[in-house]
Nanobody
């Protein structure tokens, strides 16, 4: 069974940095796009950043120039380096990946359990 396990959240002061990691485990054929989403209290979940298997990236306007997404295909892991953090970045951050398995050869979305990021002013 495929799982995404996140780590790296926490409490940081404004202007600080955090690095999130998300590792995929289980029997997989391939991992396509991987990304990070976030959901603040009372708000809808929103895309933060996404990276394709080939390394192309896309970012939400609110995080461009501050966040960097990367991945290690050999490890099935995606990272989110977050710099110059702001209080408005406070949210639960979720890892997402499109993964092909024996049961889902066309691929389906998997989600991590979420990790809390809190930025104090």
């Amino acid at each position: 069974q495929v799982q995404l396990v996140e780590s790296g959240g926490g409490l940081v002061q404004a202007g600080g940095s955090l690095r999130l990691s998300c590792a995929a485990s289980g029997i997989m054929f391939s991992i396509n796009a991987m990304g990070w989403y976030r959901q603040a209290p009372g708000k809808q979940r929103e895309l933060v950043a996404v990276i394709t298997s080939g390394g192309s990236t896309n970012y939400a306007d609110s995080v461009k120039g501050r966040f960097t997404i990367s991945r290690d295909n050999a490890k099935g892991t995606v990272y989110l380096q977050m710099n110059s953090l702001k209080p408005e970045d406070t949210a639960v951050y979720y890892c997402n990946a499109e993964i092909k398995t024996i049961a889902t050869p066309m691929g389906r979305d998997y989600w991590g359990q979420g990790t809390q990021v809190t930025v104090s002013s």
